[in-house]
């Protein structure tokens, strides 16, 4: 027996995903509309263009409904899609080409002039402080495209948003221990890769 619309929205997890197993289409698009808000959060964390997080996200709900059938509802379902989307994008990003280093020649003027203003270590005017952050936060940005898609995501979670080390080892299928690890890991991995960028500019502006 199908369900409304109006019953479905009122519907628990466990009910629409047994009427989606059972080929309830509208029980699916209830799903979707229910977490696909979730879905595409977790997708902009590792996607920075609209195309691909779109991508990503179909993909997401393609293994989701191919895979309804392994959720028995001992978990909830806004917590199952989210680690389908986690290990989804992750899987993605692997399979992408990997980005050659980054080196001083490629930056901005904006982040050499960072750059070359850490390295002195001068202190920038309290009214630059903002566009300071603004050009840090992007180089920081581009450092994390070049890292791998574990480093990237486990210095997303716990240090960009604050998300619990417990929560993190939900999403990813982790253990703590090892989401604890990769965190360390990955920011001594990220300052040898900042370090890097400096001694390139430092190299540079030498030779000027």
């Given at each position: 027996?199908?369900?409304?619309?109006?019953?479905?929205?009122?519907?628990?997890?466990?009910?629409?995903?047994?009427?989606?197993?059972?080929?309830?289409?509208?029980?699916?698009?209830?799903?979707?509309?229910?977490?696909?808000?979730?879905?595409?959060?977790?997708?902009?964390?590792?996607?920075?263009?609209?195309?691909?997080?779109?991508?990503?996200?179909?993909?997401?709900?393609?293994?989701?409904?191919?895979?309804?059938?392994?959720?028995?509802?001992?978990?909830?379902?806004?917590?199952?899609?989210?680690?389908?989307?986690t290990n989804t994008c992750l899987n993605m990003l692997r399979g992408m080409k990997r980005r050659p280093e980054l080196?001083?020649?490629?930056?901005?003027?904006?982040?050499?002039?960072?750059?070359?203003?850490?390295?002195?270590?001068?202190?920038?005017?309290?009214?630059?402080?903002?566009?300071?952050?603004?050009?840090?936060?992007?180089?920081?940005?581009?450092?994390?495209?070049?890292?791998?898609?574990?480093?990237?995501?486990?210095?997303?979670?716990?240090?960009?948003?604050?998300?619990?080390?417990?929560?993190?080892?939900?999403?990813?299928?982790?253990?703590?221990?090892?989401?604890?690890?990769?965190?360390?890991?990955?920011?001594?991995?990220?300052?040898?890769?900042?370090?890097?960028?400096?001694?390139?500019?430092?190299?540079?502006?030498?030779?000027?």
């Amino acid at each position: 027996m199908r369900l409304l619309p109006e019953d479905l929205k009122q519907a628990s997890d466990l009910e629409l995903a047994r009427l989606a197993r059972g080929g309830d289409e509208s029980a699916f698009a209830e799903i979707m509309r229910r977490y696909g808000p979730r879905v595409f959060r977790v997708a902009s964390r590792f996607f920075r263009q609209r195309a691909q997080v779109e991508e990503a996200a179909q993909e997401v709900f393609l293994k989701a409904f191919t895979q309804l059938p392994s959720y028995e509802g001992r978990g909830s379902l806004e917590g199952w899609l989210t680690r389908i989307a986690t290990n989804t994008c992750l899987n993605m990003l692997r399979g992408m080409k990997r980005r050659p280093e980054l080196t001083a020649s490629e930056l901005t003027e904006d982040e050499s002039a960072w750059l070359e203003a850490k390295m002195a270590g001068a202190a920038e005017e309290r009214h630059r402080a903002e566009e300071r952050g603004r050009v840090a936060a992007d180089l920081a940005e581009r450092v994390l495209g070049m890292m791998s898609p574990d480093d990237r995501l486990v210095l997303t979670l716990v240090d960009g948003e604050d998300t619990p080390v417990k929560e993190v080892a939900e999403m990813t299928g982790w253990s703590e221990s090892k989401v604890k690890v990769q965190a360390f890991r990955a920011r001594r991995r990220m300052r040898e890769a900042v370090e890097k960028l400096l001694a390139f500019s430092g190299r540079d502006a030498d030779r000027i």
